[in-house]
């Protein structure tokens, strides 16, 4: 058991502050070997073993499980071993809700996106997740003092009903985010290399319609790990509460305890995590794997991590692997022939896979493929061992739909979880060969969500089930308009939606209402009503006039002028228009009578 430790992070810890062995210490027998950080590295790659033979020292706390040494302020993590990791999150566009035609443009543009990528820089895919019920507490409305009874029971009727929208089943945040990891001998190397990155790779992403992609900082990225280690915790995390709190790095994220015992479930804190991984792929992979699978309702966390190999080696290692097979081939004809079988044939299985394998080979050579080693990992969590075993089912059903196997992790349960978390690391023994082609099967688009922070809610997207929190002053166009048969919740939607644009902003609302439908929440509300009707005792004047009437810069009687002879136009019903003689009596009258008006205005 890996214990919360209390004991604070320096303030100015940075990666050269990692532990090294006393000359005391190294001149005994070690079974433990500590190297120096950041050994200098001339092959850049991804794929290569830096320092394969440094060994792993034993983890104290749960601080130290957490596979980061330091955090910079823009947002690039230090892995150790010369490696550095960057995260982006990115927002979903409209996929399965399209024509054929533009699921075919958004596949390219992806495909395109993950061959714009080398083998120096490895691509993790994060789909997380989460309870919108999480949230509930910022979606509901604030009771003041001072307000009147009858209202604060209709703000507490608006947030049960909000809490029953967001807890009920099918309401779920998916959030995505791409993690890129790459191998450079300082800080300043890997942001100049990063800002590359940014302009080659994460632009082939940005080009997809509606996919847009920000980069995250510190405290965002430390934001997204805590959702890992610990969900239910969703206090703020800045600089201004460091600076209050004293308490910084790794403890504002790492659970209060960690347990890795082999037989058991991985424990943190006081909740149950598994790791499972896709055991097994059919020839003929469907785009909707992974919607399928995020769309189960429930809290999971999908990891798809991609590692490009470099495109000569790449023919190379398949044009080896077809040799051994030609070689387990001639073996098996030469064996049956000498065992005097007349018409020697190899097993079905080998045939296969060398049909598979000259295809793989083909599509490296001639088409715009390339060789990746992948896997797919997902992170299921619970309360108890009990519902981690029913969510991991629930999960792995729609897997098996597609022929996919999905199998837990029986060992190495510990570098199964940080290869989930979104850091860019990749170290379990799983791992695939896979095409462009085929691991952009693993597409991660589905329908785009909008959830706002500052947005009200409008039912349920159709598509997802997920609630609708849109912010219509943010849009280009903020104009809104409801459709629906007669009953259908018309007059409760704008009623709603006025209630809260009420308590939330410090808008100016006017309600035009000529059936009287609203007369009751602007009471409640404290608005002013104003009757108009024959039988009234307000009525309007048109010819009510100021001095800034029309703007203030131009004279307010010539505006005056042609408002009266548009109304008259309509009071008297002329489709055609008043005639040009008209118009100029008109207009001189109108003149004479505001004369005196213009001589004192008042």
């Not at 507490?137 to 967001?166: F, W």
């Not at 790779?201 to 997204?224: F, H, P, T």
């Not at 992948?374 to 981690?388: F, H, Q, S, W």
């Not at 166009?477 to 809260?500: C, D, L, R, V, W």
Request: with cysteine.
């Amino acid at each position: 058991m890996k214990l919360f430790s209390t004991k604070k992070q320096k303030q100015d810890e940075t990666p050269e502050d990692i532990p090294r062995l006393s000359k005391k210490e190294t001149s005994k027998p070690q079974k433990i070997k500590l190297v120096q950080p950041r050994p200098i590295v001339e092959n850049k790659s991804i794929n290569t073993p830096h320092a394969s033979w440094m060994l792993r020292k034993k983890l104290q706390s749960a601080q130290e499980s957490i596979p980061y040494e330091y955090l910079y302020d823009d947002g690039i993590a230090y892995l150790g071993d010369n490696r550095y990791s960057l995260t982006y999150q990115f927002d979903d566009v409209n996929y399965t809700n399209t024509d054929d035609n533009t699921r075919i443009g958004v596949f390219e543009d992806y495909c395109y996106f993950i061959n714009a990528a080398d083998d120096t820089v490895a691509l993790q895919l994060n789909v997380v997740t989460r309870p919108l019920a999480r949230f509930a507490d910022k979606l509901e409305l604030p009771l003041k003092d001072g307000q009147s009874e009858h209202l604060q029971n209709c703000i507490r009727d608006y947030n049960a009903t909000i809490k029953r929208r967001v807890t009920g089943s099918h309401s779920y945040i998916r959030d995505k985010y791409i993690t890129l990891t790459i191998v450079e001998n300082s800080y300043e190397m890997a942001q100049r290399r990063f800002e590359h990155i940014d302009h080659d790779v994460m632009e082939q992403l940005r080009s997809i319609d509606g996919c847009n992609v920000r980069r995250l900082n510190r405290y965002a990225r430390m934001c997204l790990l805590r959702e890992f280690y610990r969900p239910e915790d969703q206090s703020p995390i800045s600089m201004q509460r460091t600076l209050r709190t004293g308490v910084y790095g790794k403890d504002l994220i790492a659970p209060y305890g960690m347990d890795f015992s082999p037989k058991k479930m991985i424990q943190m804190g006081e909740e149950y995590v598994q790791c499972l991984f896709f055991a097994d792929l059919p020839q003929d992979l469907s785009d909707e794997i992974i919607k399928d699978i995020s769309n189960v309702d429930r809290e999971m966390y999908v990891s798809i991590n991609m590692l490009p190999q470099d495109p000569a080696k790449a023919i190379k290692d398949v044009q080896s692997r077809l040799r051994k097979m030609d070689i387990e081939k001639y073996n098996v004809i030469a064996r049956q022939s000498k065992a005097g079988v007349p018409w020697p044939e190899i097993p079905r299985e080998l045939a296969a896979k060398i049909e598979s394998t000259e295809k793989f080979l083909q599509n490296l050579r001639t088409r715009n493929e390339k060789m990746f080693l992948a896997n797919i990992l997902i992170m299921v969590r619970g309360k108890d061992p009990d519902e981690v075993r029913l969510v991991a089912d629930e999960v792995s059903a729609p897997a098996k739909k597609f022929g996919c196997v999905v199998r837990p992790f029986s060992f190495d349960k510990e570098n199964a979880l940080n290869s989930i978390i979104p850091l860019g690391r990749n170290d379990v023994f799983v791992k695939r060969t896979f095409t462009t082609t085929s691991l952009a099967a693993f597409i991660p688009f589905n329908v785009t969500e909008i959830v706002q922070p500052t947005g009200f809610s409008y039912g349920k997207n159709a598509q997802s089930n997920n609630v609708l929190m849109m912010d219509r002053k943010m849009l280009m166009n903020p104009h809104g308009m409801y459709f629906g048969t007669s009953g259908s919740g018309k007059s409760m939607g704008a009623k709603a939606e006025i209630f809260e644009c009420f308590m939330r902003t410090n808008d100016d609302m006017i309600i035009i209402d000529p059936d009287g439908e609203f007369t009751a929440i602007v009471e409640m509300l404290g608005g002013l009503v104003i009757r108009i009707a024959n039988d009234s005792k307000i009525h309007f004047n048109p010819f009510e006039i100021n001095e800034y009437y029309g703007g203030g810069d131009t004279n307010p009687v010539r505006f005056k002028a042609d408002f009266i002879i548009s109304l008259l136009e309509v009071c008297a019903n002329l489709r055609d228009g008043i005639d040009g003689v008209t118009r100029s009596i008109i207009d001189r009258c109108v003149r004479n009578i505001y004369r005196a008006y213009q001589k004192h205005p008042c």
